[in-house]
């Protein structure tokens, strides 16, 4: 699996337990849809289990299909430089608008952008990334 994707997977999966309230809802929500677009893109739910550490059932169970998602949603995961570069390409399809103007975009396609980019993701507390140590 790509390092972009897992990257991404593992850090939405995080953000589920630190977040409270209404965004916990919106992190578990932004889970499934990465989930979702990860199959749709032809990604196994047992690779899928095994990079986020949970059962496959678990996988297919939350995995939204045909989803769409806005990219402010993955500020915290995704550059926002990376995103305008997304966007100015086109490289995601033409987006459909919201009810309040936002665009989104097909969850398989930012699965297969993150796939062909290798974005860096934010420090975490304590200064590690993603799980991951950089070999010198």
């Known amino acids: 699996m790509p390092a972009g994707l897992a990257d991404a997977l593992r850090a939405a999966h995080r953000a589920e337990s630190a977040a409270v309230g209404p965004q916990r809802r919106a992190a578990f929500r932004l889970t499934r849809i990465?989930?979702?677009?990860?199959?749709?893109?032809?990604?196994?739910?047992?690779?899928?289990?095994?990079?986020?550490?949970?059962?496959?059932?678990?996988?297919?169970?939350?995995a939204t299909p045909d989803a769409w998602l806005a990219l402010e949603d993955l500020v915290p995961f995704v550059p926002a430089t990376t995103l305008a570069q997304w966007r100015a390409a086109a490289s995601l399809?033409?987006?459909?608008?919201?009810?309040?103007?936002?665009e989104h975009y097909p969850a398989v396609?930012?699965?297969?952008?993150?796939?062909?980019?290798?974005?860096?993701?934010?420090?975490?507390?304590?200064g590690e990334r993603s799980g991951r140590r950089d070999q010198a």
């Open 93 to 102: 399809g033409p987006p459909e608008l919201g009810p309040t103007g936002e």
């Open 34 to 62: 990465l989930l979702g677009g990860a199959v749709d893109a032809g990604y196994p739910a047992q690779l899928l289990a095994d990079c986020l550490g949970v059962t496959v059932g678990t996988v297919r169970g939350r």
């Open 109 to 126: 396609a930012v699965v297969r952008a993150l796939m062909a980019v290798r974005p860096p993701l934010p420090a975490e507390p304590g």
